[in-house]
């Protein structure tokens, strides 16, 4: 396995790990094709301990709805790109997505916003992406399934070629960080609003991911056609729209939103 270029804080985010997780992997590889694609291989193959995965470069980053997720410059420590693979048992899976997105966001910067179901915005830019997807727990119940958590997050400076979303990145808000920082910055959160979701499912999120929402107020466009004004979501997560026939209330397995006046965005 060829060495890694940055200096990863493993030792550091092992300690905070292993409170909810003792048995938690972590591993920083020079180039994956995708840390989300390995993990879920990971745990098709058997292996169903939790495991925290960086990645320096994607070859094959992956996004949500089968697309291609493009996110740094190519080069080591231009992005953060990782994935966190943990056993979880929700009640309702409702909203998991959000969730992340926000803790995210606050971990990083009050001027974040949040882009339903998926994104982080910043000025109208796309900062980062998050991908989750889950396997089966194994064993006689379906009760507990694996959760892979995918981010993808810009940490220097882009061109925006060869993106549908014009770019941002988080040197722009916070002069000086960089990637094994940023990982050490949002990870004990992240891991702490995973168990709380696990726990009260995204409810008690709502207020706090609709105060952020960058959506809110503006004129929407779903994939299938339908225009509408974006009004923040419910408690299970759910976009809602107000359309000409009435309030609709969109999930994300369903459709993907723009904002009108960037319909050519992500």
Sequence with gaps: ?????????????????????????????????????????????????????????????????????????????????????VPLAPRDWSGLSLAVGLSLAESLHPEIRLKWPNDLWCQGRKLAGVLVETAGGGGASEASRQVVIGVGLNIAPLSGEGFSTLPMWLQELLPGIDAPSALARVVGP??????????????PLAARFNARDALGGLPVRLSDGTEGVARGVDAQGALRVQTAAGERLVHSAEVSVRPLATAGGG
Aim: aromatic share 6%; net charge positive.
């Design 1 to 85: 396995m060829p060495p890694t270029a940055l200096n990863w804080p493993l030792a550091e985010l092992r300690a905070v790990l292993a409170g909810p997780w003792p048995d938690a992997v972590l591993e920083a590889r020079a180039e994956v094709d995708s840390t989300n694609s390995e993990l879920m291989r990971r745990i098709r193959a058997g292996d169903r301990r939790p495991t925290l995965l960086v990645a320096e470069t994607q070859t094959a980053g992956r996004g949500r709805l089968g697309r291609g997720w493009q996110c740094g410059n190519g080069e080591p420590g231009g992005a953060l790109a990782f994935s966190l693979a």
């Design 190 to 203: 992240l891991a702490q609003a995973v168990r709380a979701f696990a726990e009260q499912g995204f409810a």
